[in-house]
């Protein structure tokens, strides 16, 4: 395992930024945090498209130990796949327990991340006259909250026994479920699995460390102007 030397993170108060926060508490590594306002176009910058062509956040930038340059990695999921593959911790190396943690990993990011971040945006920035957007994307957010809770009603983790990058990646998405309207007394499992990944003393401090970022942007999109919100949602 190489050394990571000056770990910086890109990032803003996202549930996929806090996967890599809750992901470095975990693993006890110091970091920088650059907040990157989105809601004023950084993420579009010269600068930043160097980073990540996608134009997106997190991006996780470091030091190798025996390396002149530095390695950039962009995707959350991928992110957390190399740091889990660097420490050795979170993502087994035996079969079928590594596949078992990546299909659930990638059931948040595959499924998960995109269904739920369009119901965020029907929801609380697009809801108007969008009564068919918002009925499908919640439909879609029922099914996949009842998919955790039926998995984790057999194992007390995504992937069975061990926590594992899968239940760091869902964890933030999953705490939208009452936002998105719908009963805890429904999931029960699930909720009882949130209960269990928030008593971690690493999930704690990972997500207060996007605390202060989570009030900053929320400044910022208030006070955004028609462009700057047509340039974040893709519209311009």
Not at 116 to 125: C, E, I, K, Y
Not at 179 to 203: I, N, Y
């Amino acid at each position: 395992m190489k050394k990571m030397h000056q770990i910086k993170l890109y990032g803003m108060a996202s549930p996929n930024v806090r996967k890599i926060t809750i992901m470095l508490a975990e693993l006890a590594q110091p970091y920088d945090f650059h907040h990157v306002n989105v809601f004023r176009g950084e993420q579009f910058t010269s600068e930043f498209s160097q980073l990540n062509p996608n134009n997106k956040v997190p991006i996780l930038e470091y030091d190798a130990e025996g390396s002149r340059s530095k390695v950039v990695i962009f995707e959350s999921a991928a992110i957390l796949i190399h740091l889990a593959e660097q420490f050795g911790q979170f993502l087994p190396t035996a079969e079928p327990q590594r596949s078992n943690v990546l299909q659930w990993l990638m059931i948040q990011a595959c499924n998960m991340g995109p269904m739920m971040g369009q119901l965020n945006h029907f929801s609380f920035a697009a809801r108007q006259d969008n009564d068919y957007a918002f009925a499908r994307y919640q439909r879609e957010a029922n099914r996949l909250y009842q998919l955790l809770d039926a998995q984790l009603a057999h194992a007390p983790y995504l992937a069975g026994e061990e926590i594992s990058i899968a239940d760091i990646a869902t964890y933030p998405w999953s705490l939208y479920l009452e936002r998105h309207g719908f009963e805890r007394d429904q999931f029960q499992h699930l909720c009882e699995w949130q209960q269990r990944m928030s008593h971690r003393p690493a999930v704690v401090k990972g997500m207060q460390a996007v605390e202060q970022t989570e009030a900053i942007d929320a400044t910022a999109f208030a006070s955004a102007s028609p462009h700057d919100r047509d340039r974040f949602f893709g519209l311009t």
